[in-house]
């Protein structure tokens, strides 16, 4: 998948992002609170609404172009219905409930030809009116199975938040112990592993495993990134209730003993799952990383920020970073400044704002402008 | 008569062009420093950041020296633990 384009309106709060473009890589600075993260969950909850899942009052138009390269347009609205206690922007719609918010209208374009054309009353798929389907839920979802959605519903899935990958104590179940052998021979190449819906830590088990020379990549990057470090390992633990947990270990030079992954800095642990991410990602895959320098140290943040500027891979990533550095290393012309004017929310490349027409370092004139440091913009 | 202001914090940038519109009213500000032409200042601030002396300081001759545009650079930084002439002295 290749997003385009976005704008997205919770009515139920009045959050309004104007329509923003993106690019293979872009990059959200601005002030705190001006909406950047809401900017990476707005793309989210579309994951989300393509799933089935209904946000109340949530009206959205993305442009993107499919896992198989067509060119689409997604469009629709959410009733906004109003609900008791305080509610965050974007919250999806608790359960139970038995009032759910209904979907008002809904239009997919692929090559520009109307394929999905939906009222309050009815649905016209492909020029034919379908029989009465659920009105809460995405039509993305409810008919995923016709080959002309399929294509949608799974561009959607490449879509990854990678915020969780940063805590070296989380041990994700890889398998029932009993089902190794026969999971382990489930992927025999490369492509299978990044193409399945396993979590990057256990692809990177899988990698281990089976002796891919990918392993041997990220391995070298890391290295290249901590010279202190000159091996790394996936064991794969048994727990107590008979599953495999992969487990990462690294061996520093001049220390006898394994590093176990609940011992490794979280910077380490973070640098190491952002490259891990980079080479095992499916094809196609939107990244998005909110505040991207959390947990790196001043020592990785640069070569990991080149990892992913270097990167040869076919991917989208869309990063918020409030860091100097990293700011500084993506080029502002992959910059979008983010602005707020009451709950109007606008993304503005930074040549907009004459970044880019001084010799001073580009951070320099980005922490000048107003936009910047106040977070509004006329 | 056109000068060129490099200031370290976020209050500088509030004051010094309220200050400077008293002390030399006949001097607007330019919003970017190639726009200077005649009784012009324009101002940057490291904006509290690091590396103001050895990096945006830098920056600021390199500016200057292409455009050929200014009289006067006016670096405004405090002086911290130092006393004024150890200050000057690292600059």
């Known amino acids: 998948m290749y997003i385009k384009s976005l704008m997205y309106q919770d009515k139920s709060t009045n959050w309004k992002l104007e329509s923003v473009p993106f690019k293979p890589l872009t990059l959200l600075v601005g002030a705190s609170g001006v909406g950047k993260t809401q900017i990476l969950k707005a793309l989210l909850n579309l994951k989300n609404i393509s799933h089935g899942e ?9 442009e993107f172009l499919s896992n198989k390269g067509e060119d689409c347009k997604w469009c629709g609205e959410f009733e906004s219905i109003v609900t008791s206690g305080t509610r965050f922007p974007f919250e999806p719609f608790p359960e139970p409930q038995w009032n759910y918010p209904n979907i ?31 009105q809460e839920k995405s039509t993305i979802y409810l008919l995923n199975e016709e080959s002309l959605i399929k294509d949608i519903f799974e561009s959607f899935e490449k879509i990854v938040f990678n915020n969780s990958f940063n805590d070296s104590n989380q041990f994700p179940v890889f398998c029932q112990a009993d089902d190794i052998e026969l999971k382990l021979n489930r992927y025999d190449s490369i492509e299978s592993i990044r193409n399945s819906k396993e979590t990057i830590r256990n692809k990177f088990y899988l990698c281990c495993k089976k002796n891919y020379p990918i392993f041997n990549e990220i391995e070298n ?118 602005t707020r004017n009451g709950s109007v929310v606008k993304a503005i490349d930074a040549e907009k704002f004459g970044i880019g027409r001084s010799k001073h370092q580009a951070f320099t004139q980005l922490a000048n402008l107003a936009a910047f440091s106040e977070g509004t913009a006329n | 008569m056109n000068l060129y202001f490099l200031v370290e914090g976020k209050t500088e940038i509030e004051v010094y062009p309220k200050w400077l519109n008293h002390l030399l009213p006949d001097l607007s500000r330019v919003k970017f420093a190639k726009y200077a032409t005649n009784n012009n200042y324009y101002l940057i601030s490291g904006m509290g950041y690091p590396r103001l002396l050895d990096v945006t300081l830098i920056d600021s001759f390199a500016e200057i020296n292409e455009l050929g545009n200014y009289n006067y650079l006016i670096l405004v930084i405090d002086a911290d633990d130092f006393n004024e002439q150890e200050k000057i002295d690292e600059v």
């Not at chain 1, 209904?54 to 993305?62: Q, S, T, V």
């Not at chain 1, 470090?229 to 990462?248: C, M, R, Y």
């Not at chain 1, 642990?269 to 991410?277: C, D, P, T, V």
């Open chain 1, 54 to 62: 209904l946000f109340n009052g949530f009206k959205w138009e993305i």
């Open chain 1, 221 to 338: 990057l890391f290295i290249d990134i901590f010279p202190s470090v000159e091996k790394i390992t996936v064991d794969a633990i048994s727990s107590i209730f008979n599953s495999i947990i992969p487990s990462i270990a690294i061996k520093e030079k001049g220390v006898l003993d394994w590093i176990h992954q609940n011992q490794i800095s979280s910077g380490m642990f973070r640098s190491l799952m952002h490259i891990a991410e980079l080479y095992l990602c499916a094809d196609d895959t939107v990244i998005l990383i909110d505040e991207f320098e959390n947990s790196l140290g001043i020592n990785c943040i640069n070569q990991v920020t080149r990892s992913i500027l270097d990167s040869e891979r076919n991917l989208q990533f869309i990063i918020t970073s409030h860091h100097p550095y990293i700011i500084n290393d993506v080029g502002f012309e992959h910059w979008k400044i983010v």
């Open chain 1, 104 to 134: 008002y209208f809904e239009n997919l374009f692929i090559n520009d030809k109307h394929i999905i054309k939906r009222d309050a009353k009815e649905i016209i798929f492909n020029g034919q009116k379908t029989v009465q389907l659920p």
